[in-house]
């Protein structure tokens, strides 16, 4: 997967860098701490590492294209509407 640093939309707030919460409940089965189980990562603090576009050189519409960094070891694909800028 390839992504670009930032959308090319310049007016959008949701750009590289930027620290996130996650609002809405998000369950995931990829936490490092609960690897298996349902854990929801509701109230959780992060940065949007990546925006995902394209994918093999190929532009792709990505259902999940935020790619939040929470810790070293987690990051998760998240859309738009589930964060809220800190």
Do not use: C
Not at 13 to 34: A, C, L
């Amino acid at each position: 997967m390839v992504v670009e640093d930032q959308k090319l939309n310049a007016n959008d707030p949701m750009k590289v860098g930027v620290r996130v919460r996650v609002k809405e409940s998000v369950v995931v089965y990829h936490h490092p701490e609960h690897r298996g189980q349902a854990f929801d990562i509701k109230g959780t603090e992060g940065e949007i590492a990546a925006i995902a576009t394209e994918w093999h050189g190929r532009p792709v519409s990505a259902n999940f294209p935020l790619v939040v960094q929470f810790t070293k070891k987690f990051k998760a694909h998240l859309r738009e509407n589930e964060l809220e800028i800190v």
